[in-house]
C-alpha cells in the first residue's frame, strides 16, 4: 500500500532588498508561521524551482515580486504545476502587472492581490489583519514609508496610529539594516523573524548604529555622485561600486537636475549590471513599463513602479539600454 505524503510545508517567497519586502515575509510568518525565502529579481525563478518537486509544501504566499516579460511566462507554469497538487497559492503584489497575467493566474485558483496603489505589506495586513496583532500594522506602515507610498489611502490610515517621526526613523533604520545586510542572508532572515514577533526597530540589537554607519556612507556617496555622474540630455546616470545602486539613485536623480536618475552596478554573479531607475514628480513616462520592454529587447529584464524601477541588463548591452531609455523620454 502507497503512503500519501502528508503535507505540511507553508512558504513565504519574498523580496530581500527593501523593507516592504521583508516586512511582507514577517507579516506572513506572524500570520502562518512557515519559513521565509528571501530572493532579489535576478535569481527569482531559480530559488523558487524547488519548490515544484516538494511534495510537503502546503502553502504558498509570493510577496512584493513583480514578474516581468522574461519570467511572467515561467512563473505561472510553476504555480500551475503546485496548483495540480492542490498548493494553496497567493501572490501578493503592487507592481506593474499585465492583466492577462492576473487572468491566468486566476483561472489556476491562485489568489491575486494586486493593487498598484498601495505597497504589498499594506495589502498583506490589510487581507490577512483578522490573523495578526496591533503591530502588524506599525510594521506595514513602515514599508508603506520606505516604498513612498505612506500618502495613499490605505497606508495612510495607518500611518495616522502612530506618531510620525517615530515611524519615519523606524522606517529608516529597517532600510539601511537591509541594504547594509544584503550579503547575508542570514541577517535577513534574522530581521524577518524579529518583525513578526513584533520588535520595534530599536529592539533590534545594534540596528541604530548599524543604520548610523550606512548614514556615513551615504554621505560619501554624496561628494562621489557630484564628481562621477554623466549626464545626457533627459537623464543623469553613474556607475556605483562600492554601494548599492538603489542607495545611490536618488541622488543622481536629485543632483542632475533632471527627470530621471540611473544608478547601475555590476553583479559578477549574474554576469549583468543591477540597475535602479527613479524619476521625478515631473516625469510623465510610467518607467516601470518603460524599463520592462526597454531591458526585455535586449535579453535582461525589469519593471517596478512608475516612479521607481530596477532592472538586469547584460553587461553588453547597458549603453543600449542607457540610450534607449534617453530616447524614449524625448518622445
Known amino acids: 500500500m502507497v503512503t500519501k505524503t502528508k503535507k505540511s510545508k507553508i512558504v513565504c517567497v519574498s523580496h530581500k532588498e527593501d523593507a516592504d519586502g521583508i516586512s511582507s515575509a514577517a507579516l506572513i510568518k506572524q500570520a502562518f508561521g512557515g ?9 527569482m525563478m531559480d530559488s523558487m524551482e524547488p519548490l515544484r518537486n516538494d511534495e510537503l509544501l502546503k502553502e504558498l504566499y509570493i510577496c512584493d515580486l513583480g514578474l516581468n516579460k522574461q519570467n511572467e511566462c515561467d512563473f505561472v507554469e510553476l504555480l500551475a504545476e503546485l496548483r495540480k497538487r492542490s498548493v494553496k497559492i497567493a501572490y501578493i503584489d503592487h507592481h506593474d502587472l499585465d492583466k492577462k497575467i492576473i487572468k491566468q493566474l486566476e483561472k489556476i485558483k491562485v489568489k491575486v492581490v494586486h493593487n498598484t ?5 499594506v495589502q498583506v495586513y490589510h487581507t490577512y489583519k483578522k490573523k495578526l496583532n496591533d503591530h502588524a500594522a506599525f510594521v506595514a506602515a513602515c514599508a508603506a514609508i520606505t516604498d513612498y507610498m505612506e500618502d495613499r489611502p490605505l497606508g495612510s490610515k495607518l500611518l495616522q496610529i502612530f506618531d510620525r517621526q517615530f515611524a519615519l526613523i523606524s522606517a ?4 539601511y539594516n537591509i541594504v547594509g545586510h544584503q550579503k547575508e542572508p542570514d541577517y535577513l532572515l534574522y530581521l524577518v523573524d524579529e518583525l513578526s514577533e513584533s520588535k520595534y526597530p530599536h529592539e533590534i540589537p545594534n540596528s ?17 555622485v557630484k564628481e562621477n555622474m554623466k ?31 540611473i544608478a547601475f552596478k ?16 515631473q516625469c510623465k513616462i510610467h518607467l516601470g513599463k518603460l524599463i520592462n520592454k526597454i531591458a526585455a529587447d535586449l535579453g535582461g529584464s525589469g519593471g517596478g513602479h512608475d516612479k521607481a524601477c530596477g532592472a538586469s541588463i547584460p553587461k553588453n548591452n547597458l549603453t543600449k539600454f542607457i540610450n534607449k531609455i534617453n530616447s524614449s523620454l524625448e518622445k
Open 35 to 43: 519559513e521565509t525565502i528571501l530572493v532579489d529579481y535576478p535569481g
Open 117 to 121: 496603489n498601495e505597497c504589498a505589506s
Open 172 to 175: 529608516t533604520v529597517i532600510t
Open 208 to 224: 541604530f548604529e548599524f543604520a548610523q554607519l550606512q548614514v556615513e556612507k551615504l554621505a560619501l556617496i554624496i561628494s562621489k
Open 231 to 261: 549626464l545626457k540630455k533627459n537623464l543623469g546616470y553613474m556607475e556605483i561600486t562600492d554601494s548599492g545602486a538603489s542607495g545611490a539613485v536618488n541622488f543622481v536623480l536629485g543632483l542632475s537636475g533632471k527627470d530621471v536618475g
Open 266 to 281: 555590476e553583479r559578477i554573479d549574474y554576469d549583468v549590471y543591477a540597475v535602479s531607475v527613479r524619476g521625478s514628480k
